[in-house]
């Protein structure tokens, strides 16, 4: 394997197939609204989160997270063989998350302007603890992960990505594919030697060009756009997106009347089709939020389901899980 500036290729699917002794594999966790329990969870009513380890992995190496208002979530996807691609994984978004969620309580929200470096910083503070990590950690040498990150801000949506875990848009206009793969395919697809309806069953599918906490230099994409009420963006990893077509995705989104029965369609849909990878989708729905609302009270739901209890910043987890 050669390492060169945005020429390194990762192999996202190098010793995935394991289980370390002690560790349990992963099922399905959501942080929607769900019945069978007599735990309560709280979440708001206008994202849902759910992860699910697929129907070939024994291991669960996705991970989310969402803010307890809703409006800043991440999806990754490790990798790196063992536990390793699970430990990146969960560093990746942890971190995320405390950097960002710091940064607002510190400095306020910033002007549009400002928030591309905003989570430019966040990935780097990412990066670097992924990196140290694992070279401090027995058997996690060499672990990373892809991540999407989004942020909305009033009524627009920013993006951050490394990696081919993908954000989309379903607006009235249609479906739009915000982010751009950091993948071999995306490149041989760029350069016109591969046709776009190829690259979900490519042998090449799985070769990164760049991946969070890896030693190299990230070269990360921001993207921003505009959002109405009702809008509705997807995180998604590969596991996912590779598994469904795109016309698919955009009936489930816009077919379903809540983000809950929207993301678990979307993961059941992308693992009966063959469920080769960990499935991710993190659904939000667009509400303005009122200049009044409070990250505490503002459209929570409470209903029973898997008790999924916030941490100190007040972050639904989404990363590990039972077996299904």
């Known amino acids: 394997m050669k390492l060169g500036t945005l020429r390194c290729v990762l192999l996202k699917a190098i010793g995935r197939g394991g289980v370390p002794a002690g560790a349990v594999p992963t099922g399905r966790v959501d942080a929607c609204p769900s019945h069978g329990s007599d735990r309560q969870l709280t979440t708001p009513c206008h994202i849902c989160g759910i992860t699910d380890v697929g129907r070939v992995r024994k291991l669960n190496e996705d991970a989310y997270r969402i803010s307890a208002d809703g409006r800043f979530f991440v999806v990754a996807d490790g990798m790196g063989g063992h536990a390793a691609g699970e430990v990146a994984s969960e560093l990746a978004v942890s971190t995320l998350v405390d950097f960002v969620q710091d940064a607002l309580h510190r400095e306020g929200a910033p002007p549009d302007a400002d928030v591309a470096s905003l989570l430019l910083r966040a990935i780097d503070a990412a990066h670097e603890r992924v990196r140290r990590e694992a070279a401090a950690r027995e058997g996690c040498k060499g672990m990373g992960t892809a991540i999407v990150m989004g942020m909305v801000l009033g009524d627009r949506l920013h993006t951050c990505h490394v990696g081919d875990s993908r ?85 489930i989104i816009s077919g379903d009347r809540s983000v809950v029965g929207c993301a678990r369609r979307l993961v059941d849909r992308a693992a009966r089709a063959g469920g080769r990878d960990n499935i991710t989708a993190v659904v939000y729905e667009h509400v303005p939020p009122s200049p009044s609302a409070r990250t505490d009270d503002a459209s929570a739901c409470t209903s029973n389901g898997p008790h999924l209890g916030p941490n100190e910043q007040g972050l639904a987890k989404g990363a590990k899980g039972e077996n299904m």
Do not use: F, K
């Not at 760029?190 to 070269?219: F, K, Y």
């Not at 963006?233 to 009936?251: T, Y």
């Open 167 to 251: 954000c989309y848009v379903m607006t009235a206009a249609g479906l739009t594919v915000l982010t751009r793969d950091h993948s071999m395919v995306a490149r041989l697809v760029q350069a016109g030697t591969l046709n776009p309806g190829d690259v979900r069953t490519h042998p090449r599918r799985n070769e990164l060009l760049q991946a969070l906490g890896l030693p190299m230099q990230l070269e990360p994409d921001v993207n921003a756009c505009d959002l109405a009420t009702r809008d509705r963006v997807l995180l998604c990893s590969d596991g996912l997106w590779e598994s469904l077509e795109d016309d698919d995705i955009r009936r």
